[in-house]
């Protein structure tokens, strides 16, 4: 099965250090893990360190990977869509990324199905640039996942949705990472979603990691003192499930 690590990674852009000691010992497969942290605080760019797209200090280790080469998958928050093409060729276009051209029948059924699940298949012959912010939030969600990656890496991928997709959304992605094994890492500025699916959770803060761990742990009162500069505690329901409640900013 696979797993990652991170050893002291950094990353800088000319001179400037944006990003340093980032170490995490195991992420394991199945996993859904929270990047938290103020704004500019650095997750996009862990996010882009981890999928190769930056360079700098430390060692990201993938180990257990059945293919190297599209094991990870980075969903940034901006998606940058192609206006030209409709939803159906940009997701296609994904699943072929960096293989042969020829399309298979079962590739063709492989999208039908994730477009389904995402319950935006009515969008499928729509032009991208037709679509709403959120929309295309999900249709970058299906693009990623149909290239089946072992490691996905999710930037804000709710900033567009309304509450009820959001929920749809992170409650689809937390149960495909425990069916597929895939490991799951999602930038999130809702702590209370971090609380509700998230096992783990790490804090960036000035482009250094706070504290990482289970997230019932790592999210308390005096992070969100130290790192929100807010006055808050957390509950918990009848359900057992933990949430946040903000009474107003810290002194």
């Given at each position: ?133 959120g929309q295309r ?84 009162s005096d992070m ?9 505690r957390i509950e ?16």
């Amino acid at each position: 099965m696979v797993a990652l690590g991170l050893k002291q990674v950094g990353a800088s852009y000319g001179r400037v250090t944006v990003l340093s000691n980032v170490g995490i010992e195991t992420l394991k497969a199945g996993s859904l893990t929270a990047v938290v942290g103020p704004n500019a605080a650095g997750k996009s760019t862990l996010f882009k360190r981890i999928a190769g797209l930056i360079s700098g200090p430390g060692l990201v280790e993938l180990s257990g990977s059945a293919n190297n080469d599209r094991a990870i998958c980075y969903m940034p928050q901006d998606t940058g869509a192609n206006a030209v093409l409709t939803v159906y060729e940009s997701v296609l276009l994904a699943a072929k990324q960096g293989g042969s051209w020829r399309v298979h029948d079962g590739e063709l059924f492989e999208i039908d199905a994730i477009l389904r699940a995402l319950r935006i298949e009515d969008l499928a012959f729509r032009g991208l640039g037709e679509l709403s912010g959120g929309q295309r939030q999900l249709v970058s969600l299906a693009q990623a996942l149909v290239r089946k990656p072992e490691v996905l890496l999710m930037d804000e991928p709710t900033s567009a949705l309304d509450l009820h997709r959001q929920i749809e959304v992170l409650g689809f992605v937390r149960d495909l990472a425990g069916k597929t094994g895939m490991i799951v890492l999602v930038a999130l500025h809702d702590l209370n979603h971090a609380l509700r699916y998230c096992e783990q959770t790490i804090v960036i803060a000035g482009g250094n990691m706070v504290v990482s761990g289970e997230t019932e742990e790592v999210i308390n009162s005096d992070m969100l003192r130290e790192i929100y500069k807010v006055q808050a505690r957390i509950e918990t329901c009848s359900q057992g499930q933990k949430f946040l409640l903000v009474d107003g900013i810290a002194p």
